[in-house]
């Protein structure tokens, strides 16, 4: 295969959130070269480096994100252990670490910057400061709330912010979720129409978002390795090359 890859999507489905490809006049997709791997080939050649060697006794072959849990282990992006606990909803701060280590982003300190909620005993403080300093977590008043389940709007607004993704001039009619407004959900329908335009994300089978429900740790997979195939990175594309 060749060594960098544009991807659309891996043809992962989402139980809930159902992640597929789409195309737009306002897609920000990166061009797919005519010499690059199909998802399915794609899919093939995750599930044919993972099935035996995924260290999480609760991962399965047939389960709907073990190749995006796969590709997640396989550029060290998560640790390995017994078990993944795919159905554990996950905190801001372990999707941020996900995201940020998925995306090749090392964490460091940064002078001047800080936390009411957070000190430099936490874990992921490092994390949550470039997050900070980048301007793709930024907190509420000083509160970055590092334990608080991370939502399904805030993990999109986050993604988006990472990648310099803006939507103008949009209202109520480009929304393609019955469930976002645009005026009490300003803060994140433009995400939301970016990310279904990408095909980042699609949404529920009644055609709702539900911004404000928390996601699973198998949907905090699948979504960063969508996001990865959208906009590839060396660490990403490394693990298909010759």
């Known amino acids: 295969m060749k060594r ?4 659309i999507a891996l043809g992962l489905m989402l139980t809930t959130s159902l992640l597929t490809p789409l195309t737009s006049a306002h897609s920000s997709k990166v061009p797919v ?3 690059t791997p199909t998802p399915e080939e794609v899919n093939e050649y995750l599930t044919n480096k993972c ?7 609760d991962v399965d072959k047939d389960d709907w994100y073990q ?22 909803y996950m905190t801001r701060m372990e999707f941020l670490k996900l995201l940020m280590e998925s995306e090749g982003i090392e964490p460091r300190h940064i002078s001047g910057l800080g936390f009411k909620d957070m000190n430099s005993s936490h874990w992921a403080y490092q994390y949550a400061l470039v997050a900070l300093d980048m301007e793709i977590m930024v907190g509420w008043d000083g509160f970055i709330r590092p334990n608080d389940y991370i939502t399904r709007a805030e993990a999109l607004v986050t993604m988006e912010r990472l990648h310099n993704q803006e939507r103008w001039g949009w ?13 009490n959900d300003a803060w994140y329908a433009w995400a939301a129409i970016l990310g279904y335009e990408q095909g980042l994300i699609k949404g529920y089978e009644d055609g709702s978002f539900r911004g404000e429900n928390a996601i699973t740790r198998a ?21 298909f090359a010759n």
Request: net charge negative; charged share 25%; glycine share 2%.
């Open 171 to 183: 209202d109520q009619s480009d929304i393609p979720f019955w469930d976002v407004d645009a005026k």
């Open 67 to 88: 190749n995006a849990v796969c590709n997640l282990y396989r550029i060290n992006a998560i640790d390995k252990a017994d078990y993944y606990y795919p159905n554990h």
């Open 51 to 57: 099935n035996d060697h995924l260290p999480f006794r």
């Open 219 to 239: 949907e905090g997979a699948e979504v960063t390795t969508i996001s990865a195939q959208i906009w590839p990175n060396r660490r990403y594309t490394a693990q």
């Open 33 to 35: 070269d005519p010499g």
């Open 4 to 7: 960098f890859l544009t991807f």
